[in-house]
């Protein structure tokens, strides 16, 4: 049986693990020979372990066991000219690009009086200015296609807001602006430009001192703690859910979708 994305070229960031491998693995079980970036490495401030190269290279494994091509870099998505570098020798090697997967981000908890510059800085950085970056690197070569479709990774935070994250929470409903705005001036390439929302996933997000920081973070006003309670008996989304919505967008089954903002979060943006 044929997948969807068949003789299709994806760009991931944020590749190593979590979301962002299951959408490599996703997109090549679709059919799509994957291009993938991630830092794999230490990331200053946030509270969780960090994604490693062996994390990266098992990514690889397991595309490449779909029998599908990949390749990867250790980079960062806020280094443009870098990115751009990989991305462009990366296309003249698979011979084009129609997707882009913008998915690499960071999440600090913090109280509002005890986030720091640093903390602002780092986010921004990463969430907005890398997401950007992404773009601006992948969109040449869709036009060059003749079209294609990007998907920008922003959050229950980008609809809503993620309590004790000012940051967080700026940073992601930049992302949903600039979905909205990277659609309006691509359409007229045949490029559809769409975001998805995720809730609570079971990611390594979640690992090191991060719970440790959320309840110290929410000790600062409790009656916040019950937003985004999903609606469904399912708190937390496996990678594998926002993968296949990721999937149906980049596919021609959303063709006549753009400037959508997709939620996998049960429910939670209305609680």
């Known amino acids: 049986m044929t997948g969807r994305l068949e003789g299709k070229v994806a760009f991931i960031t944020g590749a190593a693990r979590g979301q962002g491998r299951a959408h490599a693995v996703k997109l090549a079980q679709e059919g799509a020979d994957i291009i993938a970036i991630d830092l794999a490495g230490p990331i200053p401030l ?4 960090s994604p490693t190269m062996d994390d990266l290279r098992e990514t ?36 084009r690009l129609d997707i882009v997967v913008a998915n690499a981000g960071i999440c600090i908890p913090a109280r509002w009086d005890e986030t720091t510059p640093e903390m602002f800085q780092v986010t921004m950085d990463t969430n907005v200015v890398g997401v950007w970056n992404t773009v601006m690197v992948g969109a ?18 980008g609809k809503k807001i993620q309590p004790f994250m ?16 990277f ?21 390594p997000m979640g690992s090191g001192d991060m719970v440790g920081a959320l ?5 600062s006003n409790p009656a916040l703690n019950n937003m985004g309670t999903p609606f469904l008996p399912t708190f937390a989304a496996e990678p594998e859910d926002i993968a296949n919505a990721v999937a149906f ?11 959508e903002h ?9 609680f």
């Open 215 to 219: 309840t110290h973070a929410a000790e």
């Open 166 to 181: 000012v940051h967080y929470t700026a940073s992601k409903h930049a992302v949903t602006g600039m979905t909205r705005a």
């Open 60 to 95: 690889v494994r397991l595309v490449e066991a779909l029998d599908r091509r990949i390749i990867v870099e250790q980079g960062d998505v806020r280094e443009l000219e870098a990115m751009r570098a990989f991305v462009d020798s990366s296309v003249a090697e698979l011979g």
């Open 140 to 157: 040449p070569h869709l036009v060059t296609a003749g079209g294609g479709s990007i998907i920008l990774t922003s959050s229950y935070a």
């Open 183 to 203: 659609a309006a001036e691509l359409g007229k390439h045949g490029i559809r430009v769409n975001s998805v929302h995720p809730g609570a996933v079971n990611t």
């Open 46 to 49: 946030v509270p969780y372990d």
């Open 262 to 270: 997709l939620s996998i979060d049960q429910g939670a943006q209305y």
């Open 249 to 259: 967008l980049a596919s021609d089954d959303a063709r006549l979708i753009t400037s």
